[in-house]
Structures are given as structure tokens and as C-alpha cells.
């Protein structure tokens, strides 16, 4: 059972980014690049881990292995870019949005919520060197 289910949940999210990889590939005036994402958990591999964080063209494909939760985060173009594409203005749009410290305050976050927030936004080595030693060695990361 827990290997159909690990075959079944696998092929599952597979179709899903071959599906958000045909969406990049068919965009190219939209999506340049994709950065990696990982969980960034205590079931996360070190190969997930150390690939977090890193861009790759539209082009190139995540590979990944059985129960892999990682995901192509789309680089689009900016608002000012696609606005020039089109021939429009876009130039009153905030292009971040809120401050992380803005949503703490408006949403009431605690602290271990904006530091997973903010090494989600790190490199994947950056996060690994952030882990204490014990975490580290653990064979699950």
C-alpha cells in the first residue's frame, strides 16, 4: 500500500509539472526563468535542500524523486516589462507588495513564521548552514 501510494502520489504531482512546464514553455514573453522551492522541513532530502533557491531557464525541467514535494516557482518579467510588451503603464504598481515585517503586523505572525518565510527566500545552502549540527547530520534532510 505505501508503495502504491507513493507511486500514485508521485505521477500525480509528475503531471502537474509537466503541465506547469508546458505553461513556461509556451510563455516565454511571460516566464523567463524558475526558481527552485523546496519544503524546507524536517522530511526535505539534502539534495532538495541544496538545489533550493537555485534558477534555471523556462526550458529546463525539475528533476525530482518519489515523494518529492519541490516546486518550479515562475520568474516572471516585471510590470513595467510586460506593461512596455503591450504598451501600457504599469509604472504605479508596487512591484514586492507588503513587507514581510508589514504582514507580521497585519496578520499578527509569530517569529517562526517570518523566519520560514524568510529562508524560503535564501539559498538552499544558506538555509543547510542555518540548521543546528544534529539537523545537519540527520540522514532525513
Known amino acids: 500500500m505505501t508503495k502504491a501510494l507513493t507511486i500514485s502520489r508521485t505521477e500525480s504531482i509528475r503531471a502537474l509539472r509537466e503541465a506547469q512546464s508546458q505553461s513556461f514553455y509556451e510563455n516565454p514573453n511571460i516566464v523567463h526563468e524558475w526558481r527552485w522551492q523546496a519544503a524546507l522541513d524536517d522530511r526535505t ?27 518550479m516557482d515562475p520568474k516572471t518579467l516585471s510590470w513595467k516589462e510586460l506593461g512596455e510588451q503591450i504598451g501600457v503603464d504599469f509604472s504605479g504598481i508596487d512591484e514586492m507588495g507588503d513587507s514581510v515585517e508589514e504582514q507580521r503586523e497585519r496578520f499578527g505572525w509569530s517569529q517562526e513564521r517570518i523566519d520560514n518565510i524568510k529562508a524560503r527566500h535564501g539559498s538552499g545552502l544558506d538555509n543547510f548552514a542555518g540548521l543546528p549540527p544534529d539537523k545537519q547530520i540527520d540522514s532525513r534532510l
Not at 541544496?50 to 531557464?57: D, E, N
Open 45 to 71: 532530502c539534502i539534495v532538495c535542500v541544496l538545489m533550493h533557491g537555485q534558477v534555471f531557464p523556462y526550458s529546463k525541467k525539475l528533476e525530482n524523486h518519489p515523494n518529492c514535494r519541490c516546486v
